[in-house]
């Protein structure tokens, strides 16, 4: 069974202040994707990083997959109000047959005013 | 596109009781997924559509849980006999090929009282 690890579980910050949310395994997926959830609603897309060693930006937020595409990292700079949210990563099983994508547990993030 | 739609939002439902949801997914997406939800979890995936064809169901998907995608557009989920353990968010979600991001429903919140 292929886990995903998220860390921190929770996090709360001020606003301004930069942080890093950690996706690791210890299985190689040939994707993953990094998701942010708000409360009472489902998932949305942020990124699909595909090469190891791969690093994709988008504005604030940059996103690294491990050389050994084992583990990825969710990077934001000058967090705001409206980062907050669930951080949700997934990657493809590696099961033949198999379309199903497993999720990793989360990072709850918090940025206060 | 409005994007993927589900309903109802919330669903309030006796233990015993039989409840169907609905998706409609993004028109042009041929693959459809559920996955549920539970509080402080990452999602769970439950089923696989291709067009009208179910080609992957969860090993830990309960006989009370059925799904169909008659037309290969909108899905319906149906639970049988609810149990308290029930009680989760249910999400849909689209996509138009494998490995490519998956486009989530809002979902419906289902209370098994």
């Known amino acids: 069974t292929q886990l995903l690890e998220q860390s921190p579980q929770f996090l709360s910050i001020q606003e301004g202040e930069n942080l890093t949310v950690y996706c690791n395994s210890s299985?190689?997926?040939?994707?993953l994707q990094w998701y942010r959830q708000e409360p009472g609603e489902g998932p949305v897309l942020l990124v699909t990083v595909v090469t190891g060693g791969e690093v994709k930006k988008l504005k604030r937020l940059t996103f690294q997959f491990g050389d050994a595409r084992k583990d990825s990292s969710l990077h934001i700079t000058a967090a705001q109000p409206g980062d907050t949210g669930l951080y949700l990563c997934?990657?493809?099983?590696?099961?033949?047959?198999?379309?199903?994508?497993?999720f990793g547990k989360g990072t709850k993030l918090s940025v206060i005013p | 596109d409005t994007g993927v739609s589900q309903d109802p939002r919330h669903k309030i439902t006796k233990r015993g009781q039989n409840v169907t949801f609905r998706c409609d997914p993004i028109?042009?997406?041929?693959?459809l997924y559920w996955y549920r939800q539970t509080l402080g979890q990452g999602p769970e995936f439950l089923t696989y559509?291709?067009?009208?064809?179910?080609?992957?169901k969860s090993r830990l998907l309960s006989d009370r849980f059925s799904a169909e995608r008659p037309k290969g557009s909108f899905s319906t989920l149906e639970i049988q006999r609810t149990e308290q353990g029930d009680s989760a968010m249910y999400l849909c979600a689209s996509s138009l090929a494998v490995g490519s991001g998956y486009t989530f429903g809002s979902g419906t919140r289902l209370t098994v009282v």
């Open positions: 028109s042009e997406h041929n693959r």
């Open positions: 299985s190689v997926f040939s994707s």
């Open positions: 997934a990657g493809p099983s590696s099961e033949a047959g198999s379309y199903q994508l497993t």
């Open positions: 559509f291709q067009n009208e064809a179910q080609l992957e």
